[in-house]
């Protein structure tokens, strides 16, 4: 069997932003609607209470998208070898863990019509590892590209072992 230290490294990425383009558009949309209805409706638009409850929910809004923006650009990060899909999350707190490619049993991707005509998506594996029967990687760019990729690394892992390649 061969060595962690003889593993090639062939991948490493993290989130893209592009993959949050759809929830952009909605918010401004949503934004847009809500100051509109706020300026149109005439008892809502002499009330200052009302706008500033309004004004109050877009920016919630808004920040909320940006949190969740920002935890996932810094805060998950992937590295595929020969041997291991290693995943790190986390900015202050960080936890990294990793999943043996033979473990691996399912690759898929999943992906919105934006994030279709981006060509960016999640990534979903399921693996008999503990830790992780179900791994997630949010917002992957090249998405076909690299799914096929954690495939064939995981199929070329499992011949070189002497294993079945679908344990399913």
């Given amino acids: 069997m061969d ?10 990425g993290g989130f893209s932003g592009k993959s ?12 847009i609607l809500i100051i509109v209805v706020l ?4 008892p809502l638009r002499s009330n200052s209470n009302v706008w500033y409850a ?3 929910i877009i920016l919630l809004i808004w920040v909320w998208l940006i949190g969740v923006m920002l935890f996932r650009k810094w805060g998950m990060h992937y590295e ?4 291991q899909l290693k995943h790190r999350q986390g900015i202050l707190f960080r936890k990294m863990d990793r999943i043996e490619l033979i473990d691996i049993d399912d690759v898929n991707y999943s992906q919105g019509p934006i994030q279709t005509l981006l060509g960016v998506g ?4 399921k693996s008999t590892d503990t830790s992780h029967p179900e791994l997630v990687m949010y917002g992957i760019a090249n998405i076909k590209e690299i799914t096929d990729l954690i495939d064939n690394a995981r199929r070329n892992e ?7 390649i679908e344990a399913i």
């Fill in 20 to 31: 949050m383009f759809g929830s952009w558009v909605v918010a401004g949309v949503v934004t």
């Fill in 158 to 164: 499992r011949r070189k072992r002497g294993l079945h």
């Fill in 54 to 56: 309004a004004f109050g």
């Fill in 80 to 83: 595929l070898t020969t041997q």
């Fill in 122 to 125: 999640n990534i979903n594996i």
């Fill in 39 to 42: 300026m149109m409706v005439e």
């Fill in 3 to 12: 060595d962690v230290a003889d593993a090639q490294d062939l991948w490493e």
